[in-house]
């Protein structure tokens, strides 16, 4: 459904806000800490992480990349049509520059963003035009990933 407003000449979609009972967030969270939490902290030896932070100037700057290559392929692209996909992922044993070593074997998110098309959405690069077979080419494309990781980071108070 197309929003009445635009911003930019790109179609907006009207502000929802999403709310869940604190309980039932607490009750997910335990149940994924006393289920795959600690499966993967028993069998893998590790203490993994629980959680990912990321700051808000960081999310809105990918949103906004992903606005504005999407817009640059595509100008007639509506907001309704993109998306991020968040992929569980696990850092090597043997992580690279920038990532920090004690993030070796934990797990991670991979933000990747979506576009649907014909009712589907896809993993899409607004790097390129082709726009999918994201993973296929070893190519650049637009991703996030880094954040800080609880444990080992302690920086960030937990609610939850």
């Known amino acids: 459904m ?18 869940l009972p604190t309980t039932l967030i607490q ?23 629980n959680s990912i932070w990321f700051d808000l100037p960081t999310l809105k700057s990918f949103i906004e990349d992903i606005e504005e290559q999407a817009a640059i392929i595509d100008p007639t692209v509506t907001d309704a049509d ?10 090597p044993e043997f992580p690279e520059a920038p990532v920090p070593s004690d993030y070796a074997l934990r797990h991670t998110l991979v933000m990747i963003p979506t576009k649907k098309e014909d009712g589907l959405n896809y993993d899409f690069n607004p790097c390129e ?3 999918k077979s994201l993973a ?5 494309a637009l991703a996030q990933n880094h954040g800080s ?4 980071d302690t920086s960030t108070v937990e609610t939850y």
């Open 129 to 131: 035009e082709e726009g």
């Open 27 to 49: 009750s997910l969270v335990d149940n994924y800490h006393n289920n795959q939490l600690s499966f993967i902290n028993e069998n893998l030896s590790i203490e993994d992480a």
């Open 2 to 19: 197309k929003s009445e407003s635009k911003e930019n000449g790109r179609e907006k979609t009207p502000p929802m806000i999403s709310l």
């Open 82 to 91: 993109l998306g991020i996909r968040f992929y569980y992922a696990a850092y």
């Open 136 to 140: 296929i080419r070893p190519v650049m």
């Open 149 to 152: 990781l609880v444990p080992p």
